[in-house]
C-alpha cells in the first residue's frame, strides 16, 4: 500500500498542475515516484529532465533496459521493476534476460556491452565503486560519454527506486511482473 496519498489535480497547486500537464502530454513519468516528487515541482522537473537526457545519448535501449532493472533488482524496487519490465520488453529485451536479472544470474547473452552494464551496475551498486579491472573494460567498450551515462543512470535510477521503496509505492495490478 502506497504510504503517500496520491494528489489529485484537485489537491494540486498551479505549478503541480502545470508540471502533471505537461508530463501527461510529453509522454514523460508522472505516476509511481512522480506521485512524491509531484510535491515538490521543481524536484519531478528536473528528474524528468535527467532522465530524459540520460536517455538520448547513444547507448541501445537494451543496454538502458539492462541498467534499470539491474538498479530496481539492487533495490528490490517493486514498482520500478514491474514498470520497467513492461518498458523493456517493448524496446525488444528478451524475457530470458530479464528472467536472468531478477534471478540475479549472468545475462543469457553474447553482447559484450550488454553484459558490461549488467556487471558495472551490480558491481558499483554491491561495491560503492568500480574496480580498476572493470574500469578499464569499461574505457575499452565505452566512449568517455557512454561510461559517464552509465554510472549516472545508476546513480539516478538508484533515486528512484529508493522513492518507490520509501514510500512503500504499489505496483499497477495491469503490470504483472514481480520480483523473485
Known amino acids: 500500500m502506497t504510504r503517500i496519498s496520491i494528489l489529485t489535480k484537485d489537491d494540486m497547486n498551479d505549478e503541480q498542475r502545470s508540471v502533471i500537464e505537461y508530463s501527461s502530454h ?31 545519448g547513444t547507448l541501445t535501449a537494451n543496454e538502458l533496459s539492462i541498467i534499470v532493472l539491474t538498479v ?26 530479464i528472467d536472468a536479472i531478477n ?11 550488454e553484459n558490461l552494464v549488467h556487471k558495472l551496475a ?29 554510472i549516472a543512470r545508476i546513480g539516478a535510477f538508484s533515486m528512484t527506486c ?5 514510500f512503500d509505492i504499489t505496483p499497477p495490478d495491469e503490470v504483472p511482473a514481480r520480483l523473485q
Open 103 to 113: 534471478g540475479r544470474a549472468a545475462l543469457p547473452t553474447e553482447d559484450a556491452r
Open 162 to 166: 529508493c522513492t518507490a521503496n520509501g
Open 72 to 97: 530496481a533488482r539492487h533495490w528490490s524496487a517493486k514498482y520500478p521493476w514491474a514498470v520497467q519490465v513492461r518498458n523493456a520488453l517493448k524496446v525488444g529485451l528478451g524475457q530470458n534476460v
Open 26 to 56: 510529453s509522454g514523460q513519468p508522472h505516476g509511481g515516484p512522480y506521485w512524491a516528487y509531484i510535491r515538490n515541482p521543481k524536484l519531478m522537473r528536473i528528474v524528468q529532465d535527467m532522465n530524459r537526457i540520460l536517455t538520448e
Open 122 to 150: 551490480n558491481e558499483l551498486l554491491a561495491d560503492q565503486g568500480l574496480s580498476d579491472a572493470s574500469y578499464a573494460e569499461a574505457e575499452a567498450l565505452f566512449t568517455t560519454d557512454e561510461l559517464i551515462t552509465v
